[in-house]
Every structure is written in structure tokens, then in C-alpha cells.
């Protein structure tokens, strides 16, 4: 009984200590934060322009002006001329083919074949007709 009565004592004792020191550090934290050198005055013109320049309204304003403007430089390179290249992989192709000979007999002979194909040409879009002159 006597030690339960010795660590209720001590455990209240540390509680005490804890809020001692919050109690400073919470009184010390207000002192440096309210003291005049971290204060800034602002007059009501000041307040507007630090408002305008970085409140949510302004930032979506000035990203939608951005996205605007690399819409229209994507319209504006679509009525340029292009250069257009169009290749196709190789293809490779064996076969063995029966070839008849003079004497009747047949004799397969192995024929290999590569093909491939490119192209470079040049389009332009015609705005009004929407049509592609290449």
C-alpha cells in the first residue's frame, strides 16, 4: 500500500514537472512571436496587392492564361507545313519452292526475301476546307 502511495506520488510529481516546462516554453514561444520585430505592418493597399498576387483565384487564373496560350501555339502548328516520315520494318520471308527439272524430278530451291518500305513527304492543312495538301 505504502509503495502504491510512493508511485502516485512520483507519477504526479513528473505530471507537475511536464507542465512547468510547457508552461515556459508556451510563455517563451509567445514572447519571440509577438515581439516587434516579427510583426510587419501592412497598409490596406499593401494587403490588396498580397491578396491578389497569391490568392487560389490568382494562381488558377494565371495557369489557365499559360494552358490558353499552349493551346494556341498548338493550333497555330498545325497550319505549318510537316515533314512526314513513314517506315515500315523490314520483313523477311524464306520459302521453299519446288522447281521442276528437265528429267521430271523436283528439286526444292530456298528463295529469301526482304522487303521494306519508306516514305518522306510534306503536308500542309488547308484551314478554311479542312482539307491536307501533300
Not at 502511495?5 to 512571436?33: D, G, P, Q, Y
Not at 524464306?94 to 530451291?109: C, F, M, W
Amino acid at each position: 500500500m505504502m509503495r502504491d502511495r510512493n508511485l502516485i506520488k512520483r507519477h504526479h510529481e513528473r505530471i507537475r514537472r511536464v507542465c512547468i516546462i510547457s508552461a515556459i516554453l508556451i510563455t517563451f514561444k509567445s514572447a519571440i512571436f509577438s515581439s516587434p520585430s516579427y510583426c510587419q505592418s501592412l497598409t490596406l493597399n499593401q494587403t490588396i496587392l498580397i491578396a491578389q498576387e497569391k490568392s487560389p483565384v490568382a494562381l488558377q487564373i494565371r495557369t489557365s492564361k499559360d494552358n490558353k496560350y499552349w493551346q494556341w501555339e498548338k493550333y497555330k502548328s498545325e497550319y505549318k507545313p510537316q515533314l512526314v516520315l513513314n517506315l515500315d520494318m523490314p520483313h523477311f520471308q524464306k520459302q521453299n519452292i519446288p522447281v521442276r527439272q528437265e528429267d521430271g524430278s523436283v528439286l526444292y530451291k530456298t528463295i529469301d526475301q526482304s522487303n521494306s518500305f519508306g516514305s518522306l513527304s510534306i503536308e500542309q492543312n488547308i484551314g478554311f476546307t479542312g482539307g491536307l495538301f501533300i
